[in-house]
């Protein structure tokens, strides 16, 4: 198995309330994107890294890696107008070949553990598309047309993860399909051929920093875990 990587990384942090894109802000000494890319190095070795970054961004980038004296041998690619387009833009740096293995991570999710990630990439190379997820602990409620709600069981949902993992021929022949309002994520995209997706255990920890109260807690998480 050869591992790739694609961290997408195109968020302005709009949320987070601050001029700096929520990637780049410093937690435990480090900004978030550089704790996500270790995550992968440390799980996996010799996995190939890209990063998907606006064009805009990607000077900056470089000059964080030297201001923080962070060797990433990632390869670059450009984001495009949505989430479908950035991966597609990432995935023309993979190569086509027997296999050859490509999970497509959150750039804001550093927590992804080393255990999630193996458990993907092993389970995709049995010939799977595969999607970390994690049980739903809060009580569920559905909003219907006319304003009134009504309980959902939650053991039927789960909260989907990153990376989802798959076999760099089946996501190729994916994503050349065209770009649909329903693909909220590589799976859904992957669903579309009629491929069946493989749910496979995730870690609570892999959360998407969105707001500062994550913020907050990755800063605690980082400090209390020494990462």
Not at 57 to 71: N, V
Not at 106 to 129: H, L, M, N, W
Request: aromatic letters at 8%; hydrophobic letters at 40%; charged letters at 20%.
């Amino acid at each position: 198995m050869t591992a790739y990587a694609i961290i997408v990384a195109g968020g302005k942090g709009l949320r987070m309330g601050g001029d700096i894109p929520k990637q780049f802000v410093p937690i435990g000494g480090k900004p978030v994107l550089m704790h996500t890319i270790d995550a992968f190095r440390k799980a996996i070795d010799g996995i190939q890294i890209i990063l998907v970054l606006p064009f805009e961004q990607q000077d900056y980038w470089q000059i964080l890696c030297k201001e923080y004296k962070f060797t990433s041998p990632a390869l670059i690619a450009t984001g495009g107008e949505t989430r479908f387009h950035s991966v597609k833009n990432g995935l023309a740096l993979v190569p086509k070949t027997d296999g050859v293995i490509v999970g497509i991570h959150d750039g804001v999710r550093p927590f992804v553990s080393a255990e999630t990630i193996q458990r993907c990439y092993s389970t995709a190379s049995e010939r799977k598309a595969v999607v970390p997820v994690v049980p739903v602990v809060e009580t569920l409620r559905q909003v219907l047309p006319d304003g009134s709600s009504t309980t959902k069981p939650r053991d039927a949902y789960r909260l989907v993860q990153t990376p989802q993992t798959f076999p760099v021929d089946m996501l190729y022949e994916a994503y050349q399909q065209p770009y649909s309002e329903a693909f909220t994520d590589d799976a859904s995209v992957v669903e579309a051929l009629g491929e069946k997706i493989t749910l496979i255990e995730g870690n609570r920890e892999n959360i998407k920093l969105t707001t500062p109260s994550d913020l907050r807690f990755a800063e605690f998480t980082v400090i209390n875990h020494d990462l």
